[in-house]
């Protein structure tokens, strides 16, 4: 839907140099995840991004405040990554940042899971890109489905 798959190296190499709006999504119990993914992209070379998720919530939070706090990190965002595991077990919270993000037109790339495990239909049609833990291929996929405001 939204990744540009032809593009020229002139583009490439703007895209290298561009600080990427990233949202994160995540969830208390799969927090080390969380980290190892932000870790993964902070070491990529010729890559830099900044991460709009804010992992920790304030559990006085209704649901209401929770959705209003998570469009206000998901709104800046050029792309929403979502690890397929944390759809599979909290499937209601990563719903809503998926309809969150389908909403205002951020591309969703998906994370396959580290374990063999099956990837359910509702997952594989909602991401633009779906893509293992590799960091090369998490990188070229943010890169090539980054919305670009105009």
């Avoid at 593009?7 to 190499?13: A, C, F, L, V, Y």
């Avoid at 049609?125 to 833990?133: A, C, T």
Wanted: contains cysteine.
């Amino acid at each position: 839907m939204f990744c540009a798959h032809n593009i020229d190296t002139r583009e490439e190499e703007m895209r290298i140099l561009r600080d990427y709006k990233i949202f994160i999504s995540h969830v208390w119990d799969y927090h080390e995840e969380y980290q190892r993914l932000e870790r993964l992209l902070r070491n990529a070379p010729n890559f830099k991004f900044t991460n709009l998720s804010v992992p920790k919530r304030d559990p006085s939070m209704n649901n209401g405040q929770l959705i209003k706090e998570l469009q206000y990190q998901i709104q800046p965002a050029e792309a929403v990554l979502i690890l397929a595991e944390m759809f599979i077990s909290h499937r209601d919270l990563i719903q809503c940042e998926i309809d969150l993000a389908w909403r205002i037109g951020r591309p969703i790339i998906g994370i396959k899971p580290t374990r063999n495990m099956p990837i359910p239909l509702a997952f594989r049609n909602v991401v633009d890109e779906l893509v293992g833990w590799n960091r090369i291929a998490i990188v070229a996929a943010i890169k090539r489905c980054a919305f670009q405001p105009l």
